[in-house]
Nanobody, 111 residues
Framework: VQLVESGGGLVQPGGSLRLSCRAS????????MYWYRQAPGKERELVAS????????DYGDSVKGRFTASRDNAENTAYLQMNSLEPEDTAVYYC?????WGQGTQVTVSS
């Protein structure tokens, strides 16, 4: 299984970013996708999850109402739409599927 992330970057507070995680070597639609983040000096935190068919999503309390997980099973790709970003959202974001991790993508929220 290989997961390749993209979409991170520098954004001002209140801005938006969309992360992508493209998978290969796996029956993509059969598995949940999880999004984690890790800020400097902090433990890795579960941000969001989405079921294989995309019908069920769940979010950490700190991102509820601001982040949305989605997926396109035809493209073997999952997305994390992040709106109303705050400096506290600064972290490396990782996707996880079937015990395989993406390489991580840096999100920095700063003015």
């Amino acid at each position: 299984v290989q997961l390749v992330e993209s979409g991170g970057g520098l954004v001002q507070p209140g801005g938006s970013l969309r992360l992508s995680c493209r998978a290969s070597g796996i029956a993509f639609s059969r598995y949940y996708m999880y999004w984690y983040r890790q800020a400097p000096g902090k433990e890795r935190e579960l941000v969001a999850s989405i079921s294989g068919a995309g019908r069920t999503t769940d979010y950490g309390d700190s991102v509820k109402g601001r982040f949305t997980a989605s997926r396109d099973n035809a493209e073997n790709t999952a997305y994390l739409q992040m709106n109303s970003l705050e400096p506290e959202d600064t972290a490396v974001y990782y996707c996880l599927m079937a015990a395989s991790w993406g390489q991580g993508t840096q999100v920095t929220v700063s003015s």
